[in-house]
């Protein structure tokens, strides 16, 4: 019965494989199915790595080499799919998910205030903030900033949001 089942999604990973062929993605073994995904086809892997090499490159005294591994690894999370499910969402996967990206969001403006190009996350990290928003607004989660000092008073990126919020 699982074998009739399985067609479909072998079908969707490998159009072209014929009936009871041997796929390349999902094979069959003693205990049933598995996926078999390259390394670097999974995201949240290449996620991992890159944070890692910015890690790398800011303990090494290169901020600038940093935030642009940050902003890579970054750009690669485009939120879990199970966000609207509130069930699902609350999972200790996803739960540890989000603070894993959320650290790696710290690390990154660190860097990057670090040496002055801030600019170069504000891609990447727009999206994070309209998810973030959009879950303070559903109740699941609080809106968090790190408070860092700057020299010279309020960092440039903020004046401009301060201006329009005093007013």
């Known amino acids: 019965m699982i074998h009739r089942h399985i ?3 072998r079908r969707l990973l490998e159009p ?3 009936a009871r062929a041997e796929g390349g993605w999902l094979l069959r073994g003693a205990g049933g199915y598995r996926l078999a995904v390259p390394e670097e086809a999974v ?3 290449r996620f991992r790595q890159l944070a890692a ?5 800011r303990n090494g005294g290169d901020p600038e080499r940093a935030v642009l591994a940050f902003s890579d690894a970054l750009a690669l999370c485009r939120g879990h799919d199970a966000g609207s499910a509130s069930a699902v969402a609350g999972h200790p996967v996803f ?3 989000d603070r894993e990206y959320s650290a790696v969001v710290g690390e990154a403006v660190d860097a990057a205030l670090d040496c ?3 600019a170069r996350l504000l891609p990447v990290l727009r999206p994070t903030a309209a998810r973030q928003a959009g ?3 559903a109740g699941r989660g609080p809106l968090r ?3 860092r000092p700057v020299p010279g008073g309020r960092h440039p990126l903020l004046r401009g949001a301060h201006a329009r919020t005093a007013r």
């Open 16 to 18: 072209g494989l014929a």
């Open 116 to 118: 002055g190009t801030t």
């Open 95 to 97: 739960t540890g998910l």
């Open 145 to 147: 900033a790190r408070p």
């Open 53 to 57: 090499t910015a890690r790398e490159f």
């Open 135 to 137: 879950r303070v607004r």
């Open 7 to 9: 067609g479909e999604p």
């Open 43 to 45: 995201d949240l892997l």
